[in-house]
């Protein structure tokens, strides 16, 4: 947040033949190209509701640094539409005072510090639409349907029932959704303090930051501001000041890790007594419950069943909040591929994933698909006996 910041919009540009990337500070409509031989994509794509980071070939919308940034790893780019800013420095101070509080401090006082620290980014970052909850007399439900947008109805008893309403909507769906339903579904007008510009800066200029550390050799997985690495980093990259990175582990080696997927892993080290410390993240149970056996068996595609004892529950009948006990079933994910242990990025061209080893997890399947549907194509009787 200590870089510069959009401020105003100074202009938006349909045309952007005569502008160039590196005299332009906002936001880009680009179509990108992304040789297929990069095995460490850096620039995100939104592809059928996930974020991806593809090469090949799409359209997407950037922040302008971010897009000089990679330009120099490979990346081109065709400029079609741009909102261009003027730039200012917003958030200095703020993150010198909060961090030195955070630094020189303990308990309450460094938790406070942290969270306005973490807070600043999250507030620009807010949805402008909201959800209102609200308790209604029964007898009151049919103004209600008729005339809001709602989410959901839970009923409390014969009297009362919790609505959730979709509220602050936007004035063209809402427009849209009228002539559809020919209603007069009512929205108020509530502001919400907020600025999208300012939080996709924030989140580009992380990814930034990041590059490098994701090109390391010896990177084996990263999350948004970490790393697990064979190589050594330089010293001048490690320590506690603002932007560097810190070693969690104190010096001690991880002796062997296993990496599923997105806040999917296990890994174990020695201690300083040579006992074996086993570790774990695992999206949906809790830190370090897993061991690394359970890790390996997921690996090998086997599905563990856990058993989580505090799990919330809220009940909008009786508006209370009860605390009980949860089976869950939990395994790997192969939305990312790997062929002997080296990641393989997804290639986009016209709009779909074009990838050798996506059909079925490899090259055989893949292979066999494409003779089936050209044989289909020719609208032939056939037969084909495959061997493996």
């Known amino acids: 947040m200590k870089n510069p910041m959009p401020l105003n919009l100074i202009k938006i540009h349909k045309n952007m033949i005569d502008i160039k990337l590196e005299n332009f500070f906002g936001y880009l409509k680009v179509e990108v190209t992304c040789p297929k031989t990069m095995l460490r994509p850096v620039l995100p794509f939104k592809f059928e509701g996930k974020t991806i980071y593809p090469t090949g070939n799409w359209i997407g919308i950037y922040f302008s640094e971010e897009l000089k940034a990679v330009q120099m790893l490979g990346y081109q780019f065709k400029l079609i539409e741009g909102y261009e800013f003027s730039k200012a420095n917003l958030f200095n101070n703020y993150v010198d005072h909060f961090f030195n509080i955070k630094k020189t401090s ?27 909850t609200v308790n209604v007399d029964n007898n009151s439900l049919p103004n209600y349907l008729s005339t809001r947008i709602v989410k959901e109805l839970f009923k409390i008893n014969d009297n009362y029932s919790t609505l959730l309403l979709s509220d602050n909507i936007n004035h063209k769906v809402l427009r849209n959704l009228n002539m559809i339903c020919e209603s007069n579904i009512k929205s108020t007008n509530k502001i919400v ?11 580009a200029y992380a990814r930034i930051h990041m590059i490098y550390y994701k090109l390391l050799p010896g990177t084996v997985y990263t999350d948004t501001d970490s790393i697990f690495t064979t190589d050594i980093l330089p010293e001048f990259l490690i320590g506690s000041d603002l932007g560097l990175m810190k070693d969690e582990l104190n010096g001690k080696i991880i002796q062997e890790g296993i990496f599923l997927g997105v806040k999917k892993y296990g890994y174990w080290y020695l201690d300083d007594k040579g006992n074996q410390i086993e570790a774990s993240v695992f999206a949906g149970v809790k830190r370090n419950s897993l061991s690394f056996n359970e890790i390996i068996d997921l690996f090998k595609g086997f599905k563990l069943h856990k058993s989580i004892d505090n799990r919330f529950y809220k009940s909008f009948n009786d508006l209370n909040i009860s605390i009980k006990s949860a089976n869950i079933s939990i395994q790997k994910s192969d939305r990312k591929l790997l062929v002997d242990n080296v990641y393989i990025p997804p290639h986009i061209i016209n709009g779909r994933i074009i990838n050798p080893y996506s059909i079925g997890g490899n090259k055989f399947n893949y292979l066999k698909n494409k003779i089936f549907k050209y044989y289909k194509s020719l609208k032939c009787c056939y037969s084909i006996v495959c061997f493996l």
Do not use: P, W
């Open 106 to 132: 303990t308990g309450a006082q460094k938790a406070i510090a942290k969270l306005h620290l973490n807070g600043l980014y999250g507030y620009f970052g807010r949805r402008q639409d909201l959800i209102e």
């Open 193 to 203: 303090m907020s600025n999208v510009a300012v939080a996709a800066a924030v989140t």
